[in-house]
Structures are given as structure tokens and as C-alpha cells.
């Protein structure tokens, strides 16, 4: 069932009846609800839990009596069983009137390590949410949770995003299967029709972005190549009515006190800038980091390479930065081939930037000239490189050429995202083709 797994809602009761009505109330709403009815025996396996919950409707009570201990105990270890610790924020709404129950509970969850931690737990009882007809009417559960999530601008915020990139997917996905399936004259010869063009489609795909480098192993990423594009262009689109949803926190956002961590501030930047994963043996953005600095094979040797990012200072300060920087940092080289050149394999080598990876603490010590670029800071961590926050720092005074075959031996450590790779050609571009300009003054 692949692409179906996941819930953004989940509802454990052990009384079916009871929470029939509570999934048709959802249902009404256009919201989808994975029901469990809290037997071990009926959890989803380890490998098949859920990520993503943004909600989760319990039932304190599955049949099982006893004390608030007892109870919270036996529901947290369901939704252990349940929701993967790294399900990422969610909200729980309890069905209870008894304020102890709630606060055992979240005493557990919060001392549980196998259980993701809600953002606020909302007690309601069922009696409460029925109309006279004894009927579930959503808009009280409803009411409880936008009271609770108007406190948790964050939370209200991702889930309103996270709808949006599932509209975003969809309208791509039907865009594309209306381009495939155009002009049939009946339901076989239009599934038939279907299928093939759609093969069509997907194949054109993957040729125009891998070009001469299609081949079976690359041919799903070639294709998630662009309609990941596709996909950001459809976001971007929605973005006047996102806007509107959610136009009441930005006040709240503007204004919070404070500022985010360094470290925080670098794990954002490696999100957006770095792929420190199933990075391939050659591709243009790929990093390598060097741990023994004495064979480098590079035109400068790394010690004479090291001196010319260290500040200007008296023999003695240099000495000392040279000293520091030396020893928290690494040599590294990027590629910097142009990309439609790898795809159509026109190259003949790996052409290169040195660098260095150099630790954030030591960043005061590097000087700040046109011919350095500098990229950070970033969280960054590999075969080679303890986790830190680092700086990737770039020179445009050493650039070498390396064959295939010894590139792919030295394997890659990380690579530079689409937006860091182009920015940095830019650069490298215009640092290599100054000219200078003589005044007379």
C-alpha cells in the first residue's frame, strides 16, 4: 500500500459504537480518522507506526479499572505502540471531566522516551459534544481545540502548512494525470490509454532532467527531480490563501522576545543548504572533507593554503590564530562542474574548490575577503567529521582538476543543495573573470 500509510488524526476507544459517530462527525468535516480500539493485538507492527499525528482523540478509560495511574499507564503504552517517538508535534483531546486523570497522563507521556510529547492535552466528555438526538456534533470538539491551539501559534501554523503541501501534491499529481488521460472513447481504452501515457510522461521526466545520464538506477530520482519543482511552484501559488488562514499569528510571530540558538540557527541552514545523506560518489556540489592534511595532492600545501584565510595581526597573533584555526579545521574540496555538463557527461575531470570546514568557534580568526565564501554555520557531521557547528569556507585562489576514477575512491562526505551550488558558481564565476580597473588619482 504504497503512499497510503498515515493519519493526521487517530482515535483510540475501546467502544466501537461510541466512536463510530465520532469518526462520522470527522468524516463530515472532509477529515480522515485512523481508528483503534486499544487491543495490543489490533496496534499497527513497529515498523508500520504512525508519523505525522497532529491529533490524537483518546479514551481514558479501555476497559481496563484501576487508579489515574493505572489508566494513564495502560494508554500511554498503546500510544507507544502506536505513534513512532518521532511523530513531531501533536495535540491530544481526552474524553474525561476528571482533571487528575489528565495530569497522571501527561506525567507519563513526559516520562515516557518512547512517547513524542503533545502540546497541550484538552479534557472533554462525550456528553458534552451531543445534541439531543444524542448525536456527536464536531463543533464542540472543534470549539475546545481552536481555544487550545489560539495558545500554540506554532502548532496551528505547521498543521495549516503541512495541509497545504498535501493540496500542493495532489493538484500536481492530478494535473499530470489529466495530461495523460485525455481523449479516450471508453472507460478500457481510457485506462489503457492511461497507463501508457502516463509511462510517457514520467520517462520524459527523468530524460529532461538526467539527460544522457538516464539510466534504471537514477531514473525515480531524475524523476522526483522535477516534481519536486512542480510541487514548490504549486506551493508558491497557494500562498495568497495560506496567507489568509493563518494572517492572525503573524503579530504574535513579530513580536516574540528573543532569539533563536546558534546551534538552532545552524540546523536550519543545514536543512535548507546541505544533504548529508545517500550522497552519490561524483555529482557537481559534492563535498569532501580530508582528515590527514598532509598528502593532499593539492597545488599549495595545506599549511601555506591555511595562512591565507587567518586575519592579519602582529607575527605573534598569527602564529597563535594560524595555531587555532589549524586545529579546528578541516581541508575540503567542492565540486563545481556545471550541472547540464554532468548530466550530458560532457566532462573529462572533477574540477574543484578547496576549503576548509573550519568549527564556528574559530570564526572570528578568519578574514573577511572577496576571494573567501563563506557558507554557515551549519550542523554538520560524517564518516569523517565529528558533529558540530562548522563553516564552510571556499577559496577562489586554488582550484584543481581530479579523474573520475579517483574521486569516486574518496567517496563524499555531503553535498550543497541546488541553491548553495548556484550561488557559489555565481560567485567563483565573477571572482576568476575580475579584471580590475586602474585609476589615476
Given at each position: 500500500m504504497?503512499?497510503?500509510?498515515?493519519?493526521?488524526?487517530?482515535?483510540?476507544?475501546?467502544?466501537?459504537?461510541?466512536?463510530?459517530?465520532i469518526?462520522?462527525?470527522?468524516?463530515?468535516?472532509?477529515?480522515?480518522v485512523?481508528?483503534f480500539?486499544g487491543k495490543l493485538?489490533?496496534?499497527?507492527?513497529?515498523s508500520?507506526?504512525?508519523?505525522?499525528v497532529r491529533?490524537a482523540?483518546?479514551?481514558?478509560h479501555l476497559?481496563?479499572?484501576g487508579?489515574?495511574n493505572?489508566v494513564?499507564?495502560?494508554?500511554?503504552?498503546?500510544?507507544e505502540?502506536?505513534?513512532?517517538?518521532?511523530n513531531?508535534?501533536?495535540?491530544?483531546?481526552?474524553w474525561?471531566?476528571?482533571p487528575?486523570?489528565r495530569?497522571?497522563?501527561?506525567?507519563?507521556?513526559?516520562?515516557?522516551?518512547?512517547?513524542?510529547?503533545?502540546m497541550?492535552?484538552?479534557m472533554?466528555?462525550?456528553?458534552?459534544?451531543?445534541?439531543?438526538?444524542?448525536?456527536i456534533v464536531?463543533?464542540?470538539?472543534?470549539?475546545?481545540l481552536?481555544e487550545?491551539?489560539?495558545?500554540?501559534?506554532?502548532?496551528e501554523?505547521?498543521?495549516?502548512w503541512?495541509g497545504?503541501?498535501?493540496?500542493?501534491?495532489?493538484g500536481?499529481?492530478?494535473?499530470?494525470?489529466?495530461?495523460?488521460g485525455?481523449?479516450a472513447?471508453?472507460?478500457?481504452t481510457w485506462r489503457?490509454e492511461?497507463?501508457s501515457?502516463?509511462?510517457?510522461?514520467?520517462?520524459?521526466?527523468?530524460?529532461?532532467?538526467?539527460?544522457q545520464?538516464?539510466?534504471e538506477?537514477?531514473?525515480?530520482?531524475?524523476?522526483?527531480?522535477l516534481?519536486?519543482?512542480?510541487?514548490?511552484d504549486?506551493?508558491?501559488?497557494e500562498?495568497?490563501?495560506?496567507?489568509?488562514s493563518v494572517?492572525?499569528?503573524a503579530q504574535e510571530?513579530?513580536?516574540?522576545q528573543g532569539?533563536?540558538?546558534?546551534v538552532r540557527?545552524?540546523?536550519?541552514?543545514t536543512?535548507?543548504?546541505l544533504?548529508?545523506?545517500?550522497?552519490r560518489?561524483?555529482?557537481?556540489?559534492n563535498?569532501?572533507?580530508?582528515?590527514?592534511r598532509?598528502?593532499?595532492?593539492w597545488p599549495?600545501?595545506?599549511?601555506?593554503?591555511?595562512?591565507?584565510?587567518?586575519?592579519?595581526?602582529t607575527?605573534?597573533?598569527?602564529?597563535e590564530?594560524?595555531?587555532?584555526?589549524?586545529r579546528?579545521?578541516?581541508?575540503?574540496?567542492?565540486e563545481?562542474?556545471a550541472?547540464?555538463?554532468?548530466a550530458?557527461?560532457?566532462l573529462?575531470?572533477?574540477?574543484?574548490l578547496?576549503?576548509?570546514?573550519?568549527?564556528?568557534?574559530?570564526?572570528?580568526?578568519?578574514?573577511?575577503?572577496?576571494?573567501?565564501?563563506?557558507?554557515?554555520?551549519?550542523?554538520?557531521e560524517?564518516?569523517?567529521?565529528?558533529?558540530g557547528e562548522?563553516?564552510?569556507?571556499?577559496?577562489?585562489?586554488?582550484?584543481?582538476s581530479?579523474s573520475?576514477?579517483?574521486?569516486?575512491?574518496?567517496?563524499?562526505d555531503a553535498?550543497l543543495?541546488?541553491?548553495a551550488?548556484?550561488?557559489?558558481?555565481s560567485w567563483?564565476s565573477?571572482?576568476?573573470?575580475r579584471?580590475g580597473?586602474?585609476?589615476?588619482s
Amino acid at each position: 500500500m504504497i503512499g497510503l500509510p498515515g493519519a493526521r488524526v487517530i482515535l483510540v476507544d475501546d467502544n466501537e459504537k461510541e466512536a463510530l459517530p465520532i469518526i462520522k462527525a470527522f468524516a463530515k468535516q472532509g477529515i480522515p480518522v485512523a481508528f483503534f480500539d486499544g487491543k495490543l493485538g489490533r496496534l499497527p507492527p513497529k515498523s508500520g507506526r504512525l508519523v505525522g499525528v497532529r491529533l490524537a482523540v483518546l479514551d481514558m478509560h479501555l476497559g481496563e479499572g484501576g487508579d489515574a495511574n493505572s489508566v494513564a499507564s495502560a494508554l500511554v503504552h498503546r500510544i507507544e505502540r502506536i505513534m513512532e517517538p518521532s511523530n513531531g508535534p501533536y495535540a491530544v483531546l481526552i474524553w474525561t471531566n476528571h482533571p487528575d486523570f489528565r495530569d497522571t497522563f501527561e506525567r507519563y507521556v513526559f516520562e515516557s522516551q518512547n512517547v513524542p510529547k503533545p502540546m497541550f492535552t484538552a479534557m472533554i466528555t462525550k456528553a458534552e459534544c451531543k445534541n439531543r438526538r444524542g448525536e456527536i456534533v464536531l463543533k464542540h470538539v472543534a470549539a475546545r481545540l481552536r481555544e487550545e491551539l489560539a495558545k500554540i501559534v506554532p502548532l496551528e501554523f505547521i498543521q495549516a502548512w503541512e495541509g497545504l503541501c498535501f493540496e500542493a501534491a495532489t493538484g500536481v499529481s492530478n494535473s499530470l494525470s489529466r495530461i495523460a488521460g485525455e481523449g479516450a472513447a471508453d472507460l478500457s481504452t481510457w485506462r489503457d490509454e492511461w497507463k501508457s501515457q502516463s509511462l510517457r510522461v514520467l520517462r520524459t521526466l527523468a530524460r529532461a532532467n538526467a539527460e544522457q545520464q538516464l539510466n534504471e538506477s537514477n531514473c525515480i530520482e531524475s524523476i522526483l527531480g522535477l516534481l519536486n519543482p512542480l510541487h514548490a511552484d504549486r506551493m508558491e501559488n497557494e500562498i495568497p490563501r495560506f496567507q489568509q488562514s493563518v494572517r492572525h499569528h503573524a503579530q504574535e510571530i513579530i513580536n516574540v522576545q528573543g532569539e533563536s540558538s546558534p546551534v538552532r540557527k545552524a540546523e536550519v541552514n543545514t536543512m535548507l543548504h546541505l544533504a548529508l545523506k545517500r550522497v552519490r560518489a561524483f555529482e557537481p556540489g559534492n563535498i569532501h572533507v580530508f582528515r590527514n592534511r598532509t598528502n593532499l595532492g593539492w597545488p599549495v600545501n595545506f599549511r601555506r593554503f591555511l595562512a591565507t584565510f587567518v586575519q592579519d595581526g602582529t607575527p605573534e597573533q598569527v602564529r597563535e590564530w594560524t595555531r587555532d584555526v589549524s586545529r579546528a579545521s578541516y581541508p575540503l574540496i567542492v565540486e563545481i562542474s556545471a550541472s547540464c555538463d554532468f548530466a550530458q557527461k560532457k566532462l573529462l575531470a572533477g574540477r574543484f574548490l578547496c576549503g576548509l570546514l573550519s568549527s564556528a568557534a574559530v570564526t572570528r580568526r578568519i578574514k573577511r575577503a572577496e576571494y573567501i565564501k563563506r557558507l554557515g554555520p551549519v550542523m554538520f557531521e560524517s564518516a569523517n567529521v565529528q558533529r558540530g557547528e562548522y563553516n564552510l569556507l571556499f577559496s577562489s585562489r586554488q582550484v584543481l582538476s581530479m579523474s573520475f576514477s579517483k574521486v569516486k575512491k574518496l567517496g563524499a562526505d555531503a553535498r550543497l543543495r541546488g541553491q548553495a551550488l548556484a550561488d557559489l558558481q555565481s560567485w567563483f564565476s565573477y571572482q576568476a573573470g575580475r579584471q580590475g580597473v586602474v585609476l589615476v588619482s
